[in-house]
Nanobody, 117 residues
Framework: QVQLVESGGGLVQPGGSLRLSCAAS????????LHWYRQAPGKQREWVAN???????IYADSLKGRFTIRRDNAKNTVYLEMNTLKPEDTAVYYC???????????WGQGTQVTVSS
């Protein structure tokens, strides 16, 4: 059974930092592209960043320089380090594992990030 479990969310003040983790099981982790998405209240889900099998990384333009995605294949975990957080970063953050060769597509349950003073 495939599972993606996010953790690390919480309440943080504007300007603060958080590191989200997403631990995967039931898949050959190194073969998957890993994405982070987020969904703010009343808004559509938004793509944040991805890291592919070669560890090439791409970010949403609006988040470049503040967010860093990183994968650790030995731990089957993908991270999202978020700095200089703003109230508009408040959202549920989801990780996604996708394998282009087979179109396998898995999602975590999400972790809430709230940026507020």
């Amino acid at each position: 059974q495939v599972q993606l479990v996010e953790s690390g969310g919480g309440l943080v003040q504007p300007g603060g930092s958080l590191r989200l983790s997403c631990a995967a099981s039931g898949i050959i982790f190194s073969r998957y592209r890993l994405h982070w998405y987020r969904q703010a209240p009343g808004k559509q889900r938004e793509w944040v960043a991805n890291v592919d099998e070669t560890e090439s990384k791409i970010y949403a333009d609006s988040l470049k320089g503040r967010f860093t995605i990183r994968r650790d294949n030995a731990k089957n975990t993908v991270y999202l380090e978020m700095n200089t957080l703003k109230p508009e970063d408040t959202a549920v953050y989801y990780c996604n594992a996708y394998r282009p060769e087979t179109s396998e597509d898995y999602w975590g349950q999400g972790t809430q990030v709230t940026v507020s003073s």
